[in-house]
């Protein structure tokens, strides 16, 4: 099926043009947008204040963003929902545990899904295709944990197996390289690799851990 030039494929485009994973990258400024967005619109939502309260708010990691946002009255709201919940079970000596996952959480598995279906659908020759290729061979390609979603749930386009795999099996031969260097007596060796090669460690440790900023 032939993709077509809309959003994804222009925030793909630009996401490509940075450091790191391009999914991780547009799932992470998604993300933000959407914490933005909530207090600043959904704040007297009694639907979306329900879900928040049933979650115990944001998982411990998103909550740490709440303080860099600056709209103090609804995070105020918000916080004083689930300060309540959490002093009644403290009174009574009650265990608490959420009904429900974090709101940015399950916002941020949406994104992926979205950008790893839109991926999944360019397998064939078409112009925007062909485009999309050129784009994403060009950036750092997939983490390992978003190669891995989409293994797992679709079909994956030959072009993109073969450029993910292929990345990741370099990746590994330049960590063999490096921690050959490492070893005492071969500091003239390691010094005349690329500076890029030199801290390949901190390439492969981004490669395996998702961002979730």
């Given at each position: 099926?032939?993709?077509?030039?809309?959003?994804?494929?222009?925030?793909?485009?630009?996401?490509?043009?940075?450091?790191?994973?391009?999914?991780?990258?547009?799932?992470?400024?998604?993300?933000?947008?959407?914490?933005?967005?909530?207090?600043?619109?959904?704040?007297?939502?009694?639907?979306?204040?329900?879900?928040?309260?049933?979650?115990?708010?944001?998982?411990?990691?998103?909550?740490?963003?709440?303080?860099?946002?600056?709209?103090?009255?609804?995070?105020?709201?918000?916080?004083?929902?689930?300060?309540?919940?959490?002093?009644?079970?403290?009174?009574?000596?009650?265990?608490?545990?959420?009904?429900?996952?974090?709101?940015v959480c399950i916002e941020r598995e949406k994104i992926e899904n979205e950008y790893l279906d839109f991926l999944a659908s360019s397998g064939g020759n078409s112009s925007e295709e062909q485009e999309l290729c050129a784009f994403f061979t060009a950036s750092d390609g997939l983490c390992a944990p978003h190669y891995a979603a989409l293994v797992k749930k679709w079909n994956v386009p030959s072009w993109i197996k073969k450029f993910q795999e292929t990345k990741f099996k370099d990746l590994k031969t330049r960590l063999d390289t490096f921690i050959e260097l490492s070893a005492y007596g071969r500091q003239d060796e390691f010094a005349a690799l690329s500076e890029k090669d030199q801290v390949v460690w901190k390439e492969a440790a981004a490669c395996l851990t998702e961002n979730i900023e």
């Open positions: 099926m032939a993709i077509e030039k809309h959003i994804n494929f222009f925030e793909l485009q630009k996401a490509s043009e940075k450091p790191g994973c391009p999914l991780c990258n547009i799932v992470s400024n998604r993300a933000n947008r959407y914490i933005d967005n909530t207090l600043f619109e959904h704040i007297s939502n009694r639907a979306f204040r329900a879900l928040y309260r049933a979650a115990g708010g944001f998982c411990s990691f998103h909550s740490r963003h709440l303080v860099s946002f600056r709209d103090g009255l609804a995070v105020a709201i918000l916080s004083r929902d689930i300060l309540e919940d959490r002093i009644e079970h403290f009174e009574y000596k009650k265990s608490w545990k959420p009904k429900g996952r974090c709101p």
